[in-house]
């Protein structure tokens, strides 16, 4: 029994070596693999992707829409600094443009000079910096020595930009290194760099430049008005009384140049008119004020040299007959007088003098005509048979347009006065001076035949020439006064001019054009900053200009000098005077492409460039329709 049990421990070992066996032998269950479950896992990777890349997507479309709208506000320009500009920290004279054209203004209703303001304030703050403002008078230094920011636009902030100003002289008498602010309207390479204050987009302007006026039949009057600007489509009107009276569209050419025909009804009198362009980046040079003066029939004074007791012989006949070929509407008054009788003759009346185939005259009536001419009367001189070309010459001297040497006839193969000899005359050598006349382009209009009358040495402004080289009409300016000589005679006696087409108009706008009113009554136009001048008595004159503004001349020996002081029409309340102040067309005209991009390549040219703001705030609305889109879509995608 004992033993018995001695032995159990053996046996128990022996029973329990199967479950050790058991456990040695036990393997990890082998995965069964499940068709369904890797399909879920990739579905789920990429969710989770497709979840990331949204929502980066929509952090990025914030940013930029954030970060572009900040930028924007800064509006920045895309573009190279200008030599000695914000690359250079070293001495400058920063040289401001005080023309008219800085008055203009940029997208954001920003005068140009408020902008060069700006730009010399926070030049003065990085560097030391001298002021110089260049305005029509020239130089002014403002400070010659470096100033602080905040002092620079005390100096610049009651300066007024006006006129034309002459930068390349202004400029040029700078010494040392020079920085040009300005509008780029205008061009210099005179300083070492230039800093331009407008874009490309707001250089479009135009203006008006001069206004001739023409005399049609009628009392109608063509205006030719000269724009000058960018290229592209205009639109003027003309008014009247502040009633529109015409309304035209023109184009100004590449070259920057154009022009419109308005015509107008006017009755005699005095009339203010009023020609505007549509809006653009400079308004001062956008309108004209014009007084215009229609005048009644012109005073003409006429010493007969050949008086005819047969009425058709008579010299002044045709004369007679022109003066009353439109009726009501005389072309001029006719006062005659003989010869010999002249010192009778009422010159203080006339406008115009004509000395109808004279030669000798009385020297105190010569003497009396030339006071006349000197104060601005007219004189015309026409030969004939009975003229004395020495005696006139003698007594008339330099009042001629040109001394008188000899007659000349026309003469047939046999040396006998022949009409059938005559030299035909056609074309005026002087065309834009017969459409002064109100002739237009007279070719054929005032074709004719000469076969006698004088000759004369080449002095003066020969208008029209005879075909062998005779000058046939021939003018000058005597003081204030204008003469006119016509080598041949108003009668039928040596020319068949009295019975062409022609005669009637070129008469009467030759005696208007020597009495002064050839422009059509225009009082006369000045560009700012010029000074009109006339004769006149001991006397002071006032002025009224636009809005009622006022000023005030003092005559002094018998010349009044009167300097407008603002843009506009200025009338003078004594006399029958007036006088406009313009804007010059060379303020009007922004520089062409291709005159900057020479400015450019000859150096020392900087601009703002290209502004990148509008890209700037379009990318940032893309931006927040793209957040926008996406947001959309998450939330749809949530809901399923």
């Not at 914000?86 to 005080?98: A, E, F, K, S, Y």
Request: net charge neutral; charged share 25%.
């Amino acid at each position: 029994m004992n033993w018995l049990a001695g032995a159990a421990w053996p046996l128990a070992l022996l029973i329990a070596a199967p479950l050790v066996i058991h456990l040695l032998s036990r393997r990890p269950p082998r995965p069964q693999p499940f068709a369904p479950l890797p399909l879920l896992e990739r579905a789920i990777k990429r969710e989770r992707r497709r979840i990331q890349l949204r929502r980066f997507l929509l952090l990025a479309c914030r940013t930029l829409a954030v970060a572009g709208l900040c930028l924007a506000a800064l509006l920045p320009m895309l573009g190279q600094p200008p030599s000695g500009d914000d690359n250079d920290r070293g001495p400058v004279t920063l040289v401001i443009d005080g023309s008219g054209s800085m008055e203009a203004r940029n997208d954001g209703g920003q005068r140009f000079f408020d902008v060069a303001i700006d730009y010399a304030e926070s030049q003065a703050q990085r560097r030391p910096v001298a002021l110089v403002f260049c305005g029509p008078d020239g130089q002014s230094f403002l400070q010659d020595q470096p100033i602080p920011g905040l002092q620079a636009r005390t100096l610049l902030e009651d300066k007024r930009p006006a006129g034309y100003v002459d930068l390349d002289a202004c400029v040029g008498g700078i010494d040392g290194s020079s920085l040009l602010v300005t509008d780029g309207w205008g061009a210099t390479t005179k300083a070492e760099g230039v800093h331009i204050v407008s874009r490309e987009n707001e250089r479009d302007n135009a203006g008006l430049g001069a206004v001739r006026v023409r005399p049609l039949s009628r009392g109608m009057i063509e205006l030719t008005v000269t724009v000058h600007g960018s290229p592209g489509p205009r639109r003027l009107q003309l008014k009247k009384s502040g009633v529109v009276k015409s309304t035209i569209r023109l184009e100004v050419a590449p070259h920057g140049l154009g022009e419109a025909l308005l015509t107008l009804r006017l009755e005699s009198g005095h009339h203010r008119l009023v020609l505007e362009l549509e809006e653009d980046r400079w308004l001062e040079d956008n309108k004209r004020e014009l007084g215009l003066t229609m005048q009644g029939p012109t005073h003409v004074l006429a010493v007969n040299g050949d008086a005819r007791s047969v009425d058709y012989q008579d010299e002044l006949f045709y004369l007679r007959q022109a003066a009353h070929a439109l009726g009501a509407r005389d072309p001029f008054r006719l006062t005659e007088v003989s010869l010999g009788d002249e010192r009778q003759a009422p010159l203080q009346e006339a406008q115009v003098v004509l000395l109808a185939d004279n030669s000798q005259l009385d020297v105190a009536f010569v003497a009396e005509l030339r006071a006349f001419v000197e104060r601005g009367g007219g004189l015309l001189v026409s030969a004939g048979p009975s003229m004395d070309p020495v005696a006139l010459t003698k007594s008339l001297g330099d009042l001629l347009p040109a001394p008188i040497r000899s007659r000349w006839m026309a003469l047939d193969v046999d040396g006998r006065p022949s009409k059938q000899a005559a030299t035909t005359v056609s074309v005026p050598e002087d065309l834009e001076f017969f459409d002064q006349l109100g002739l237009g382009r007279a070719e054929g209009l005032l074709r004719t035949q000469v076969w006698g009358g004088i000759n004369h040495q080449s002095e003066g402004d020969v208008r029209w020439r005879l075909t062998d080289g005779r000058p046939l009409l021939t003018t000058d300016e005597k003081g204030r006064g204008r003469v006119a000589l016509i080598s041949t005679s108003l009668d039928r006696d040596l020319s068949d001019l009295a019975i062409r087409p022609g005669f009637v108009p070129l008469l009467r706008g030759l005696l208007r054009w020597l009495a002064g009113q050839s422009a059509g009554g225009l009082d006369p136009d000045l560009r700012r900053g010029e000074r009109f001048s006339q004769t006149l008595g001991a006397q002071e004159v006032q002025w009224v200009g636009p809005e009622k503004a006022r000023a005030r001349t003092i005559v002094e020996a018998g010349q009044l000098r009167f300097t407008p002081p603002r843009l506009g029409l200025w009338r003078a309340k004594e006399i029958e005077l007036g006088v406009e102040l313009r804007t010059d067309e060379r303020e009007s005209r922004p520089l062409s492409q291709t005159q900057r991009q020479a400015l450019a390549g000859s150096g020392g040219v900087g601009d703002q460039g290209l502004p990148l703001w509008p890209l700037l705030l379009i990318l940032a609305m893309l931006a927040l329709f793209a957040e926008s889109w996406l947001t959309a879509r998450e939330v749809k995608a949530a809901g399923h």
